[in-house]
């Protein structure tokens, strides 16, 4: 099975609200969003998913939105949920790690994306993009599992960071591109009550 039959078949097997990573309001992001973010911001969400991040910027007047995700059927999700007001946001299919930005964003916000990325090259590739991707003084938000977080979802293996250990990563790829502004912990409830402990790494492009 390919990743992107993967993730179809996820999204195609359960309703949004029984994903472990679903959120009735993306409430961190936001709030992040709110606090490193600045009028106009130019905002992507990579790996958006079904994730309803994107309906608390359209709410806020935000944007302009793109939203980038491997698996067209969490994005038709988030259309079908969005209806009209889906029209403003700038949907694009694709895998994060083969993709060549053709825009750059003031603000990138990945929420349990890159922990998946388990193998050197993926990385490589994915901070390749964030690099052409992310405009100078661009703040780029990347959450991941925590150290001592879960070592599997969606029964894919993950890689649990440090924001210290994502700060290294990050300079090991693209030296001197982002400068780690601050790492947050943050504990997210399942919707059937499991605790995943995250590490959100809030960077800034130098
Ligand atoms: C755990 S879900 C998180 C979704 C969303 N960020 C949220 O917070 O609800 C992971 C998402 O990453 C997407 N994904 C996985 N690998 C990807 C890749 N290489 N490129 C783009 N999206 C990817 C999946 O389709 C899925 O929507």
Same mark, same amino acid.
């Given at each position: 099975?390919? $990743?992107q /039959?993967?993730?179809? &078949?996820?999204?195609?097997?359960? #309703?949004?609200?029984?994903?472990t990573?679903f ?7 936001? =709030?992040?969003?709110? /606090?490193?973010?600045? $009028?106009?911001?130019? *905002?992507? %969400? ?11 910027? @359209?709410?806020?007047? +935000? ?10 059927? &969490?994005? /038709? ?6 209806? #009209?007001? #889906?029209?403003t ?5 694709? %895998? ?9 964003? %003031?603000?990138?916000?990945d929420? +349990? ?12 590739t994915?901070?390749?993009?964030l690099s &052409?991707? !992310?405009?100078?003084?661009?703040? &780029? *938000? ?17 890689q ?6 994502l #700060? @290294?990563?990050a ?5 001197? !591109?982002?400068?780690?502004? /601050? ?12 605790? =995943?402990?995250?590490?959100?790494? *809030?960077?800034?492009?130098?």
């Amino acid at each position: 099975m390919s $990743k992107q /039959e993967h993730w179809n &078949a996820v999204y195609g097997a359960r #309703a949004e609200e029984a994903l472990t990573w679903f959120e009735p309001t993306a409430e961190l992001s936001l =709030q992040l969003f709110d /606090e490193f973010s600045v $009028k106009g911001a130019k *905002i992507i %969400d990579v790996g958006g998913g079904a994730s309803r991040f994107v309906d608390g910027l @359209v709410a806020r007047g +935000a944007g302009p939105i793109t939203v980038l995700d491997l698996s067209p059927e &969490a994005l /038709e999700t988030s259309k079908t949920r969005l209806g #009209a007001m #889906a029209d403003t946001v700038n949907w694009v299919a694709a %895998d994060i790690t083969e993709w060549t930005p053709s825009s750059q964003w %003031d603000f990138w916000h990945d929420r +349990a994306v890159f922990h998946f990325l388990t193998e050197r090259n993926q990385r490589a590739t994915y901070f390749r993009a964030l690099s &052409a991707g !992310l405009a100078p003084g661009g703040v &780029a *938000i990347i959450a991941t599992f925590a150290p001592d977080g879960p070592e599997k979802c969606s029964n894919l293996p993950v890689q649990r960071w440090s924001s210290a250990d994502l #700060a @290294v990563e990050a300079e090991t790829h693209q030296p001197g !591109l982002l400068h780690l502004v /601050e790492g947050r912990r943050h504990v997210h409830v399942t919707p059937k009550g499991n605790l =995943q402990p995250f590490e959100v790494s *809030i960077f800034k492009r130098v």
